[in-house]
């Protein structure tokens, strides 16, 4: 897998075709990733970016279920965290998506279900994820070579 990037509207389109109701991010940037053959399999959405409070969303999708290394989740949380200052990432995520519910409460994400938050009959949630949270998870302390405490 390698990461691409400078590509944020083809980016942000393959990750807007693959989620159900998102039409368009508008001003954002993006990462994606792609295979050994070079084509774009999954990809990650930075947008909303509220630089006041330090808040950034983030949407990602993908056709595979083995983009997520821990070299693509250290990119992912470094921008925002790292190269934006943000203090909160905020995701949302269909309740009916229990693979990338599961994945988000993993990452250390605090999660808030949201009543038809996409529509009539499916729930939602809205998942946070501080920099403080990002910066003493597993995943992180794993990258830098710290050990956990227990």
């Known amino acids: ?8 509207e083809a980016v942000a389109r393959f990750v807007a075709d693959l989620t159900i109701g998102q039409a368009d991010f508008g001003k954002c940037k993006a990462i994606g990733v792609l295979d050994d053959e070079d084509r774009l399999v ?7 970016w509220q630089p006041g409070p330090g808040l950034i969303q983030i949407s990602s999708a993908s056709t595979t279920a083995r983009w997520l290394t821990a070299e693509v989740r250290h ?15 905020v995701l949302q995520v269909s309740a009916k998506n229990a693979r990338m ?8 994400f605090t999660p808030y279900l949201i009543k038809r ?13 501080t920099d403080d949270d990002w910066r003493n998870s597993k ?3 794993k990258i830098h070579g710290q050990t956990l405490s227990s």
């Open 42 to 48: 999954a990809g990650m959405v930075f947008h909303d």
């Open 101 to 108: 519910v599961r994945i988000a409460k993993a990452f250390g």
């Open 75 to 89: 990119i992912m949380f470094s921008y925002p965290f790292v190269q934006l200052g943000c203090q909160m990432v």
């Open 117 to 129: 938050m996409r529509g009539r009959d499916e729930d939602g949630y809205v998942f946070t994820l």
């Open 139 to 141: 995943f992180t302390r």
């Open 1 to 8: 897998m390698k990461l691409l990037f400078g590509h944020d």
